[in-house]
């Protein structure tokens, strides 16, 4: 069973960028699919991105097409997830989480096991 560690997060201001890291470790699969998730208190956990480990095909939500972008690193086994142009309604915990579905979903259902997740905090 895989293992997922995030990190990257911290406090900045609204515009500034972050880079996340999820180090997967364990067995993965032609059909592993890593995603980014985030939730804010009082919040329901909410998609923001996926990458196929294989391929590099990759999805993200909407609201952050234009500002995020993920990436991985097979050779590291991990993948990143480059935040540009921050703000306040990015603010929450990022985890990463793991999917056997060979192209990226936004799916959360289909997701399994996660980190212990990092805080992003941006304020105005």
């Known amino acids: 069973q895989a293992q997922l560690v995030e990190s990257g997060g911290g406090l900045v201001q609204a515009g500034d960028s972050l880079r996340l890291s999820c180090a997967v470790s364990?067995?993965?699969?032609?059909?592993?699919?890593i995603g980014w998730f985030r939730q804010a208190p009082g919040k329901e956990r909410e998609f923001v991105a996926s990458?196929?480990?294989?391929?590099?095909?990759?999805r993200l939500r909407d609201s952050v097409q234009d500002r995020f972008t993920i990436s991985r690193d097979n050779a590291k086994n991990t993948v990143y997830l480059q935040m540009n142009n921050l703000k306040p309604d990015d603010t929450g915990v990022y985890y990463c989480?793991?999917?056997?579905?060979?192209?990226?979903?936004?799916?959360?259902?289909?997701?399994?096991?996660r980190g212990q997740g990092t805080q992003v905090t941006v304020s105005s």
């Open positions: 364990g067995r993965t699969l032609s059909s592993t699919v």
């Open positions: 990458i196929s480990w294989n391929g590099g095909n990759s």
């Open positions: 989480s793991r999917a056997e579905t060979v192209l990226p979903t936004l799916d959360s259902r289909l997701y399994r096991g």
